[in-house]
């Protein structure tokens, strides 16, 4: 038996990177400063969010392939294949991006700056954890 959940975006993400071969491999190897942007809806779930704050930005990947089960890791044919559960692509399963990212400022509407954040323009967020 096959079981499905649905997820809802609580916000997307804004940055100058729009396609994959533009972004870092991790957010440390040069990620640019993104913004946030979180839907009305979760606004009162920010109430706690601080500028300075460390977070986790859980992300749905939405460029990633959901068929791929094994990857050339940093997408290096010299490296050996590996299952993409032991890597930390893109392409899996299901497509879940996990960000360490730094608040720098909570603007309003409701966005938040962070960096270094390597995720695509218009990722969407799946969740904020401190």
């Known amino acids: 038996m096959t079981l499905t959940y649905s997820l809802r975006p609580v916000g997307f993400v804004r940055s100058r990177l729009t396609g994959r071969g533009d972004a870092p491999k991790q957010g440390s190897e040069g990620a640019p400063e993104a913004w946030v942007e979180i839907e009305p809806a979760f606004g009162e779930a ?7 704050q460390e977070v986790i930005l859980l992300t749905w990947l939405h460029q990633g392939r959901r ?60 969740d904020i954890k401190p």
């Open 67 to 126: 068929d791929v089960l094994q990857v050339h890791p940093r997408d290096d044919p010299e490296n050996p294949l590996k299952g993409v559960f032991a890597t930390r692509s893109a392409d899996r399963p299901n497509p879940i991006g996990l960000h360490r990212v730094r608040v720098l400022e909570i603007a309003e509407p409701l966005r938040l700056r962070v960096e270094p954040l390597e995720a695509l323009d218009g990722t969407p967020v799946v």
């Open 46 to 52: 920010l109430d706690g969010i601080a500028a300075g």
